[in-house]
């Protein structure tokens, strides 16, 4: 099935089985290796991307569902050069340690940020349910999303994947 | 030397890459002509091969080769294992089954084909017929003389016995004035790093180069076992270990996988890539733990340990991988914990079961020695209505009595454990908590304060005690423009060794961190290494690393004395120079004198050109961590919910690099030994399938299920190596699984409880609270 998904700006269209998993159309046919795979249950969340703005467990989606969809990737989360709040955040308060959950996390909680932009620290543990780490046992994590609410609430809006 | 970066919370050196999602891990590996391999697994815990038709797979459009046992045992050795203890039946495997099959998951076929999708459903077009087996999955009864037997060739399933008695303990109980008994089980874990293991080879003809990708803890060890297993020489082997997504032991070993991609590539002469599922993961990946421990415990009155007994059986599972019997002979080493216990009497036995190897996972045998010291104890004060600080403030060794020799015949380094108790008691206001106790009891709530006070076993080790060496390798290159490089054998997976080396070299150089590249994970880079396990990085990792930088120091003291016409005994680093001592005016500039090495016009006699060292560092023991942690816990009682409210952790691992990473470190232990304790349990059933077989059964903690965690820390500086570093890697997992369970019986104790087998869900307190009710 034809298929086109935009994918932190770029357009990307291909003849694909229509069981090919989102995940892999992003790794394998756009070849961003940065959304990864770690449960293939939606248990995880290490697949986590933005999809319309929404995160989504992207092994568990297929690429044909994503037809037409604006995808943002951690490779989306830079601009110009300059890391985004949660990246900073994650890399300010050792929120990561062998960061292969690290891309999901971070698109996590730009949806929790989105959605809620000064959350407590039991509103952040309650939002990161659905992504598992086993390094840094969350503390970090949960600070990483602090440090990043308190300089986006501060500065002006920062957009993703425009 | 300034200290101006050690001891620094200074960010990691690693993580633009990987917040960025640039970093390279092997499934992000793309090789022209790269085939996929899968895995044919068994569905039988245990079953004889009747038949393996893969006629219709090999049908399939995509697909290169299907091979099963009989022609990789050909080519290729067995899964190997570097541990051994005398009279031990040695229960080796195919790299696929060869005839028999002895537990769920085992590979029976590979397929390799075009692309992932079809290399699966190829797989899933083999057919296999199974004459099934009788199951035995309890160790207990495996031990039977008349239960099922794993190999035709064994009399029975016991593997080994490893058995020692320090002091006598027959007398030493004869003189108690208490004997406390418990049975305790340490349920099998599924180690579950993020990322599942993963492996690419190629292999270059004519000239039989094998070069493979593996997501390993030990790229130099799996290059040599790797090149043993499939008959390569080992200087045209090379492994790279890229990224490494977590590995908390489990990655240490080599597993069939990573021999059949290297096969497979040498059988197609096309580059072949395997990437483990979850589900493959958990059924065919190391387990940890597993044992069943028998304690007794004799005291005096007072509460002074006069001797102890442990009879363990450790469940092996159906074959031995790389330090399979020897994990739980760790159990042993540490049974004493951090106290003195003059008689000890240690007997254990390993058993073969139809269930996936056991092997190293985090803690990796000395959290079951925890675990049994710091629950028995427990039990002990219980029973003798003693303070469970005091009892085991009671049984310390002081710190004058260091070097400690225990009975478990090991040799503590240093310690202070009484001064690690009181901070712990202080910052979690023990006495407070024990009058809230009280007040919330009279109230009908169930509130537990647990304690844990431990020692554990790190920096592994000296080469007597580990299989295969236990040195680590560290060069440390200056190249031309003063940029500094560094090379370590010991593979980081999320330590942060980047980071944690730049500081220890950029402190004796005078140099900036930012001017350092440590290097890692790749035998054609790196000359010689072990890999990062046993809380053995730093302190192992690291001190080769420093040592490294000691021999290029004296070198350029030589080149600089010679510059500034003095000698090198009056030659010191300062920060971007070399001075003469007491003088000021006479100094020369790192750099030039840099250049003065390499340019070599001017060099002292006897000095070679170049600014190149490698030192091989031997440690004369292992060091002993310790501390103290205090959970406290309070009871849902409609639910039975273990709620953990407060949770504090002293610990001490000596003298710190960086304290970001330490405390980072000691969180991630805290979340999987806390697991441990309330969530997580590998489960299989009596016909041996696997029960807890996906993210979804097997319980994994999540953010929600902790509180803020409370940390401080003691220093006591370790003797073994020059930094005084004692490791820290495992001490968050080995404290806190028996702390989160005293607090459960302490919370329980009013109902006659003195202990709950992990993992402590909420089912198992709702029972006993309905049971109270009920009478």
């Known amino acids: 099935m034809q298929v086109k998904i935009t994918i932190n700006g770029k357009l990307y269209e291909k003849d694909v089985e229509p069981r090919l998993l989102l995940t892999h159309f992003i790794r394998d046919v756009a070849g961003l290796t940065g959304t990864h795979i770690g449960c293939e249950t939606s248990i995880c969340g290490a697949c986590t991307v933005l999809a319309n703005g929404l995160a989504v467990k992207s092994c568990t989606m297929f690429a044909v569902q994503a037809d037409g969809s604006d995808v943002v990737t951690i490779e989306g989360m830079a601009k110009d050069g300059r890391l985004h709040p949660l990246q900073e955040g994650f890399w300010e308060e050792h929120g990561l340690q062998c960061g292969y959950c690290t891309p999901g996390m971070i698109m996590c909680s730009h949806q929790l940020l989105a959605r809620n932009p000064s959350p407590t620290q039991e509103e952040i543990r309650s939002a990161l349910d659905g992504n598992l780490c086993r390094c840094t046992g969350y503390q970090n994590i949960v600070k990483a999303v602090q440090s990043a609410s308190r300089k986006m609430t501060k500065a002006p809006k920062v957009a993703v994947g425009d | ?775």
């Open chain 2, 1 to 775: 030397m300034t200290q101006r970066y050690v001891g620094q919370a200074m960010k990691r050196k690693e993580d633009p890459r990987l917040v960025s999602g640039t970093s390279t891990y092997v499934d992000d590996v793309v090789l022209p002509g790269m085939l996929h391999m899968a895995i044919a697994r068994s569905i039988h815990a245990h079953a004889r091969l009747k038949s393996i038709d893969t006629s219709k797979a090999k049908k399939l459009p995509g697909v290169v080769a299907v091979v099963t046992g009989e022609e990789v045992a050909a080519h290729c050795g067995p899964i190997p294992c570097a541990a051994s203890i005398p009279d031990m039946k040695n229960a080796q495997r195919q790299l696929l089954a060869v005839g028999k099959v002895r537990f769920v998951g085992e590979p029976i076929a590979a397929v390799v084909a075009e692309d992932k999708y079809i290399a699966r459903d190829a797989a899933d077009l083999i057919e296999i017929d199974y004459d099934t087996l009788p199951v035995v999955v309890n160790p207990e009864k495996a031990m039977d003389p008349a239960s099922p037997r794993l190999y035709d060739e064994f009399s029975d399933n016991i593997a080994y016995r490893f058995a020692f008695e320090s002091g006598n303990t027959e007398e030493a109980f004869k003189n108690a004035d208490v004997i406390v008994k418990e049975r305790f089980i340490n349920q099998r874990l599924a180690p579950v790093p993020m990322e599942p293991r993963g492996a690419v080879a190629t292999y270059q003809m004519p000239d039989n180069e094998l070069v493979v990708w593996n997501s390993t803890q030990q790229p130099h060890g799996l290059r040599t076992l790797l090149a043993n297993l499939l008959r390569v020489p080992e200087n045209r082997t090379r492994v790279i270990a890229p990224e490494v997504g977590g590995g908390f032991g489990c990655k240490i070993d080599l597993y069939a996988e990573d021999g059949l991609v290297g096969y497979l590539a040498k059988k197609t002469g096309r580059p072949v890539k395997w990437i483990e599922g979850r589900r493959e993961n958990i059924a065919a990946t190391i387990h940890g733990r597993d044992q069943i421990q028998d304690v007794e415990l004799g005291l005096k009155k007072d509460g002074t340990i006069l001797g102890m007994s442990v009879r363990s059986i450790a469940d092996l599972g159906a074959f031995h991988s790389l330090f399979t019997p020897m994990i739980p002979t760790l159990t042993g080493l540490l049974a004493p914990g951090c106290y003195k216990v003059p008689a000890l009497k240690f007997d254990q036995v390993g058993v073969l079961t139809n269930k996936m190897a056991t092997d190293a996972y985090r803690g990796a045998g000395r959290p079951e020695a925890t675990y049994l010291i710091e629950r028995i104890v427990d039990v002990a004060a219980q029973k003798l209505k003693m303070d469970p600080a005091e009892i085991r403030r009671k049984n310390f060794p002081q710190p004058d009595e260091f070097p400690f020799k225990t009975s478990g015949g090991v040799i503590y380094d240093s310690a202070n454990y009484e001064v690690a108790l009181d901070r712990a008691l202080e910052l979690s206001d023990y006495k407070g908590l024990r009058q809230k106790q009280a007040q919330l009891r009279q109230q009908g709530k169930y509130m537990g304060i647990g304690l844990s006070s431990y020692v554990e076993i790190c920096a592994m080790g000296p080469s007597t005690a580990l299989p295969g060496g236990g040195w680590e390798a560290g060069s440390v290159r200056i190249e031309r423009t003063g940029k500094v490089t560094v090379l370590t054998g010991a593979s980081p997976h999320g330590q942060g060794q980047e980071t944690t080396f730049a500081q220890i070299v950029a402190d004796e150089l005078g140099i900036e961190p930012d001017d350092v590249v440590t290097m890692h994970g790749d035998t054609a880079r790196v000359a010689a290494g072990i890999g990062t396990f046993g809380s053995r990085g730093t302190a192992v990792g690291g001190t080769a690393v420093y040592l490294a930088v000691q021999d290029l120091k004296e070198k350029m003291k030589k080149i600089a004395a010679h510059l500034l016409e003095s000698t090198s005994d009056k030659i010191e680093l300062g920060i971007g120079k070399l001075m003469v001592k007491g003088d000021s005016g006479r100094s020369i500039n790192f750099a030039d004198v840099v250049t003065a090495a390499y340019n070599a016009v001017n060099l002292p006699p006897g000095v070679e050109p170049g600014l190149d060292a490698t030192r091989f560092f031997e440690p004369s023991n292992f060091t002993f961590p310790f501390g103290t942690h205090v959970c406290v816990v309070e009871i849902d009682e409609e639910t039975g919910e273990p709620r953990i409210t407060k949770y504090v952790a002293i610990d001490d691992c000596g003298n710190v690099i960086n304290p970001l990473l330490v405390e980072g470190q000691v969180h991630g232990g805290l979340v999987q030994g806390i697991a441990q304790a309330l969530h997580e349990e590998v489960v299989y059933d009596e016909n041996g399938q696997l029960l807890t077989g996906s993210l979804m059964d097997y319980a994994v903690p999540r953010a929600h299920d902790f509180p803020e965690f409370e940390l401080d820390r003691t220093v006591t500086p370790s003797p073994v190596n020059p930094l005084g570093i004692k490791g820290v890697g495992e001490a968050g997992t080995i404290g806190s699984t028996p702390a989160v369970v005293n607090a459960i019986v302490d919370a329980l104790s009013p109902f006659g409880i003195t202990h709950i087998d992990m993992p402590v869900r909420s089912e198992k307190v709702w029972k006993i609270l309905k049971g109270r009710k009920a009478s």
